[in-house]
């Protein structure tokens, strides 16, 4: 035998020196879900370890991150029940927290990379992503709301939008409006092909957002394709994406490959919060090692070709790597 792979895997230093794939704490984005109070910090049930946060926690735990090497954070905001109605008024409200919120990270920290979600479904009695009369989601009518989103977040300060609701033509519509309104430096994210996935279960749980009636199929992807993603992916590029998506991440990851080689905008892949709850579940009951987990999870999505990570596990991540 001339050839023996095993040499290559011998010693802790001979792998870390043929280890093709490196994860770094830059590449990792935070999700944060937001609600309205001065101190909250209430643990979210389908989601362990993840809290909603009031503005004086949100600004510790982003204060804390910084410190730990994580630099971007994507803002999901909880809506009373009584702020929601059939057009999402406060998405853009002048007295929306979600905004000031926006307005407060920026402010105390000017280095951090604020993201933000552009749909309807947080602020919706309705609970979808877009405008619904007679049970349907109606595409063209759903625009103008979302623009509207997007230009109060662009006010606020965000850094980079993050339009989740699989509309068609809602990238180029913010683009152009964005950059009438002189925010030509305000980026876009695009979720680009965002699957119809029972993995949001926990996220919507800890919003209160799942839709009130029928599913999300009529907008977002059927699992069963990936050819739609590409065209999904091109329409993006042509529309002013900066950034696509791929969502989620682990059973996507055949599909989060073939859009790096499709495109050369970078990538992002969402480890969404059905993905990280698997993951705790089982832990807790002794099943799987949590930690051992996270970092198989996010490597492969990096294998698989994925530029950026938004991931539940982002802090722990940044502790393990801190004190490795
Ligand atoms: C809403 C939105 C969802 C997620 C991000 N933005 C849920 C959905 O589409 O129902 C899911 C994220 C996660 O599960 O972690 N437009």
Not at 114 to 137: E, F, N
Request: glycine share 6%; proline share 4%.
């Amino acid at each position: 035998m001339l050839d023996r792979p095993r040499r290559n895997r011998k010693s802790k230093g001979i792998r870390g020196l043929v280890r093709e794939t490196r994860i770094s704490t830059e590449q990792i984005i935070y999700p944060l879900f937001v609600v309205d109070h001065d101190k909250a910090r209430q643990p979210i049930n389908s989601l362990p370890g993840q809290f909603r946060l009031g503005r004086e926690d949100l600004l510790r735990e982003i204060g804390e991150c910084l410190e730990l090497g994580i630099s971007t954070f994507e803002l999901f905001p909880a809506v009373v029940a009584d702020k929601k109605d059939k057009t999402a008024s406060y998405s853009y409200a002048d007295d929306n927290f979600y905004l000031d919120y926006i307005r407060a990270v920026k402010d105390r920290f000017p280095e951090a990379v604020v993201m933000s979600d552009v749909a309807m479904d947080p602020y919706s009695t309705d609970g979808h992503d877009g405008l619904v009369r007679d049970g349907k989601i109606l595409n063209d009518e759903s625009l103008p709301i979302l623009v509207r989103m997007s230009i109060a977040q662009a006010q606020a300060g965000v850094d980079v939008i993050g339009p989740s609701d699989m509309m068609d033509g809602r990238v180029e519509a913010i683009r152009r409006t964005l950059d009438e309104g002189g925010y030509t430096d305000v980026s876009i994210m695009s979720y680009t092909a965002k699957y119809a996935s029972a993995c949001y279960g926990p996220f919507r749980e800890a919003l209160e957002s799942a839709p009130k009636s029928g599913d999300k199929k009529t907008y977002q992807m059927d699992p069963a394709n990936v050819r739609e993603a590409l065209r999904e992916a091109t329409l993006d590029e042509m529309e002013g994406a900066d950034i696509l998506m791929v969502k989620p991440a682990v059973y996507y990851l055949d599909v989060i490959h073939r859009l790096k080689e499709a495109t050369d905008l970078p990538i992002a892949a969402y480890n969404v919060s059905g993905e990280y709850a698997m993951i705790k579940a089982a832990a807790e009951r002794g099943w799987i090692d949590s930690e051992a987990a996270m970092l198989e999870v996010l490597t492969s999505i990096r294998r698989a070709g994925a530029d950026m990570i938004l991931t539940y596990f982002a802090r722990e991540f940044a502790e393990w790597q801190r004190v490795r």
